[in-house]
């Protein structure tokens, strides 16, 4: 990729940039913030699968901005190490372990969240069915862990990728959430096939007690015929926004409005240590 002004480039990639997002995904949350107003009265925050950071970054400003309390606290929970960030607490730690939930709610002193987010997604294969599977089981783990540190009335926002298990997975949420509804941001490729539920007003069963050893998602569970007639859910679906923004399907010139030359600026935030790290040293010293 060159950088005159002639090339062409996500606008959105190049909108984080000059707002100085670690990753184009901060303006997904934004947009669906924007529809469903989920950071209103929010004082706590988690973040799941959070590195590079754009949704802790955009948890950071918005949270703050909208509040003159100083007892706004924004936890973020990845594996990988991540950049840190001003007024985020990070917890390098996996989902999948009541010690992490523990370790959140000892953030937040004994409190529970108001907001879970999770962009958190798998390393796509190409192969739907498979990824679609894998990321209900990303999805579902989040949700474990959310049951672990939300608060009742709480939000849940996680990434969900469309397919025939969407049923399946709505049903699941909606034993938790009163709401639940599948939205997909302007700023997704329409060609993705990535999407993110909103989950409001968290309400657990009676006698709900949070465990991680929950039923995710298997093939034994994926009996349909259960969700016909009175069971059958139709599963609403929202997009965030009209047509007339960026299309992130789209290439734009990279001269921006009012601009006669464009500067090449580098990613905010590079890779802390990015899994291909290990290939390129080895390349490096097989070429010696």
């Not at 672990?148 to 939000?155: A, F, S």
């Not at 993705?192 to 657990?204: D, G, L, R, T």
Request: hydrophobic share 35%.
């Amino acid at each position: 990729m060159g950088k005159t002004s002639k090339d062409k480039r996500d606008i959105y990639y190049r909108l984080a940039k000059e707002e100085g997002w670690r990753a184009r995904s901060a303006f997904k949350l934004l947009q669906i913030n924007e529809e469903y107003n989920i950071f209103d009265g929010v004082l706590r925050a988690v973040d799941l699968c959070a590195a590079p950071g754009s949704w802790s970054q955009v948890l950071t400003k918005k949270l703050r901005e909208n509040s003159d309390n100083k007892d706004v606290k924004i936890v973020a929970v990845d594996l990988q190490a991540m950049a840190p960030l001003p007024g985020v607490i990070q917890i390098q730690g996996d989902i999948t372990k009541v010690s992490t939930a523990n370790e959140i709610i000892k953030e937040f002193a004994g409190l529970k969240a108001d907001l879970v987010v999770c962009d958190g997604a798998p390393d796509v294969t190409g192969l739907h069915d498979i990824d679609e599977y894998v990321q209900s089981q990303l999805l579902l783990a989040a949700l474990n862990i959310t049951t672990h540190v939300l608060k009742t009335n709480g939000v849940f926002v996680a990434k969900i990728f469309r397919g025939k298990d969407v049923t399946l997975l709505y049903s699941q949420l909606r034993q938790f959430f009163e709401f639940v509804t599948v939205s997909k941001p302007r700023s997704s490729r329409n060609s993705s096939i990535e999407a993110f539920v909103i989950c409001q007003n968290y309400q657990p069963p009676e006698g709900f007690v949070p465990t991680m050893v929950n039923p995710l998602l298997d093939h034994k569970y994926c009996d349909f015929n259960q969700f016909t007639g009175p069971n059958r859910y139709i599963v609403p679906f929202n997009a965030c926004g009209d047509l007339s923004a960026y299309d992130s399907d789209t290439s734009y010139s990279l001269l921006l409005e009012g601009q006669n030359s464009y500067e090449y600026k580098n990613p905010v935030q590079a890779p802390i240590n990015p899994p291909y790290k290990e290939v390129l040293e080895k390349q490096k010293s097989d070429n010696k």
